[in-house]
Nanobody
Framework: QVQLVESGGGLVQAGGSLRLSCAASGRTFSSYAMGWFRQAPGKEREFVAFISWTGAKTYYADSVKGRFTISRDNAKNTVYLRMNSLKAEDTAVYYC?????????????????WGQGTQVTVSS
């Protein structure tokens, strides 16, 4: 069992930056690929970023490519999402998710574990 807890959300002005963290319980974090997703009010949950279980591969949604960076620190059982040049359309609840031994980003329904989410609000 893996429990995921997101933090780092908040209110920021357009053009600003935030770093989200997702802390995982358990001693097998390094075996899990991690994804970040977001859901805005009235919209479907959408993929944001993915990092493979080895950390060697990362993937991003086109809408965040060049602005967001996903990284992981296995010693701290934590995955991060650095978000720069934030836009109003980045406003959403951000979720992290975990899936064993993936090297490419799976669809959302294939992730084993999800966090509760953290709110990011970007004011224009």
């Amino acid at each position: 069992q893996v429990q995921l807890v997101e933090s780092g959300g908040g209110l920021v002005q357009a053009g600003g930056s935030l770093r989200l963290s997702c802390a995982a319980s358990g001693r097998t974090f390094s075996s899990y690929a991690m994804g970040w997703f977001r859901q805005a009010p009235g919209k479907e949950r959408e993929f944001v970023a993915f990092i493979s279980w080895t950390g060697a591969k990362t993937y991003y949604a086109d809408s965040v490519k060049g602005r967001f960076t996903i990284s992981r620190d296995n010693a701290k059982n934590t995955v991060y999402l650095r978000m720069n040049s934030l836009k109003a359309e980045d406003t959403a609840v951000y979720y992290c998710a975990a899936e064993l031994y993936r090297n490419s980003a799976p669809p959302p329904d294939e992730y084993d574990y999800w966090g509760q989410g953290t709110q990011v609000t970007v004011s224009s």
